[in-house]
Nanobody
Framework: QVQFVESGGGLVQAGGSLRLSCAAS????????ISWFRQAPGKEREGVSC????????YYADSVKDRFTISRDNAEGTVYLRMNSLKPEDTAIYYC????????????????????WGQGTQVTVSS
């Protein structure tokens, strides 16, 4: 059974940093492009960042470019999202998921291409 578990969220002041973790089990992480999405109250889920399976390439939404960094440790089965210079608009529940349709990231990220969603981790940025 495939399972993704997100952790590392919390409450932080604007300008602060957090590192989210996505622990995957039941699949070979290196075979999949893995992405982080987020959903704020009353808004649709949006793709934030992606780490390709095939060539190490990454993708970032414009809203987080130069502030967030995605990385992965395939041996450990974990994908990370380092978030710096956090803003109140980054407040959301953050989810990770695996792309079942492509191994190389292509933005914008499309929800319907992804599966094995975790339960999410809450990130709250205070002003």
């Amino acid at each position: 059974q495939v399972q993704f578990v997100e952790s590392g969220g919390g409450l932080v002041q604007a300008g602060g940093s957090l590192r989210l973790s996505c622990a995957a089990s039941g699949l070979t992480l290196g075979d999949y492009a893995i992405s982080w999405f987020r959903q704020a109250p009353g808004k649709e889920r949006e793709g934030v960042s992606c780490s390709s399976a095939s060539d190490g390439s990454t993708y970032y939404a414009d809203s987080v470019k130069d502030r967030f960094t995605i990385s992965r440790d395939n041996a450990e089965g974990t994908v990370y999202l380092r978030m710096n210079s956090l803003k109140p608009e980054d407040t959301a529940i953050y989810y990770c998921a695996a792309n079942l349709m492509r191994r190389r990231c292509q933005g914008p990220l499309r929800n319907h291409e992804y599966a094995y969603w975790g339960q999410g981790t809450q990130v709250t940025v205070s002003s």
